[in-house]
């Protein structure tokens, strides 16, 4: 990840700077997306699934932020459920991503990329149970 950060605009130069680092910009996205219908999981690295089986949850799991001087690239890797149409998701997973962005930051995304990683089918479907014997 870039030692970058990017400033908001203050509207008074006597109240300072504030800066937003990469990792807020993940947690965002990482939530608006698990938001998104059809969204089964969020995909993030063996580092990450090792410290959330120890109990400690990770909110930016499957997002990774570059920023640069073109400015924000997000990748965004997912699990959809099965049976929902990939590309409408995706593109709910982009607007929400964008939105919620804009909303808590300020900040614009140049680039919002959405990687299929996976697909989950429903594990809760009903079993079949053989009948018992007398």
Do not use: W
């Not at 059809?38 to 990770?58: I, Q, Y």
């Not at 929400?96 to 909303?103: E, H, K, S, T």
């Not at 808590?104 to 990683?117: G, K, S």
């Amino acid at each position: 990840m870039n030692e970058l950060s990017f400033e908001m605009e203050s509207y008074s130069s006597e109240l300072g700077k504030v800066e937003i680092s990469p990792e807020v910009i993940e947690v965002i996205a990482s939530i608006a997306a698990s938001d998104v219908e059809g969204v089964a999981s969020m995909r993030g690295s063996f580092a990450s699934g090792v410290v959330e089986r120890l109990g400690k949850k990770t909110h930016g799991k499957g997002v990774k932020v570059e920023l640069s001087e073109s400015g924000i690239s997000i990748d965004i890797y997912v699990s959809m459920k099965y049976g929902v149409a990939i590309p409408d998701v995706a593109q709910k997973i982009q607007d929400y991503v964008r939105q919620a962005l804009l909303d808590m930051t300020a900040l614009e995304a140049t680039d919002i990329n959405v990687f299929v990683v996976g697909v989950q089918f429903d594990s809760k479907e009903k079993q079949y149970e053989a009948p018992e014997v007398d």
